[in-house]
């Protein structure tokens, strides 16, 4: 059986979901291996708020990226509700939580073409068909007939 080829646009969300995966992993991982650092120098987000969000965000990256690569039809705005919350909850820590610095425009500017183009994405015709399709072959399990 020879399946179609994943568009572009869906390789795209996957990179753009697995970012996140691997975010959550490593912030999840630092918070632990740094845990004494963060303690002593007395982090403004304790190593409970920080591995409990890593291994939140790489939970949910995970389990959109295997959404998209089994084609479930809740992947695509899934994944923009993912990115959307996980761009919001960087937005959050830097503004109370974070001393100011000097790149807030260009921060602006790469957390709205993030949103954006995860938005685009996950909205393009091939996306949507991409999802839509891969449930339109499936065949409702029928009960036989036993006479």
């Known amino acids: 059986m020879s399946e179609k080829r994943r568009p572009f646009s869906v390789t795209l969300l996957l ?3 697995l970012l996140v995966a691997v975010w959550g992993a490593t912030r999840f991982t630092a918070a632990l291996r740094w845990r004494n650092v963060l303690t002593e120098f007395d982090s403004s987000l304790s190593v409970l708020y920080l591995s409990a969000t890593g ?6 990256g995970g389990a959109l990226a295997l959404g998209i690569l089994r084609r479930k039809r809740w992947a695509a705005a899934g994944s923009f509700a993912v ?3 996980w761009v919001s909850e960087y937005w959050i820590e830097r503004l109370f939580f974070e001393t100011s610095r ?4 260009f921060a602006l500017t790469v ?3 993030f949103i954006a183009l995860a938005g685009l994405l996950a909205n393009l015709p091939q996306t949507q068909s991409y999802f839509t399709k891969s449930e339109a072959h499936e065949q409702p399990v029928e009960k036989p007939d036993i006479a």
Do not use: H
Request: hydrophobic share 75%.
């Open 15 to 17: 990179v753009m979901v």
């Open 55 to 60: 291994a939140g965000w790489g939970a949910a």
């Open 83 to 85: 990115i959307v919350l």
């Open 102 to 105: 000097a790149n807030l425009p």
């Open 111 to 113: 957390s709205a073409l």
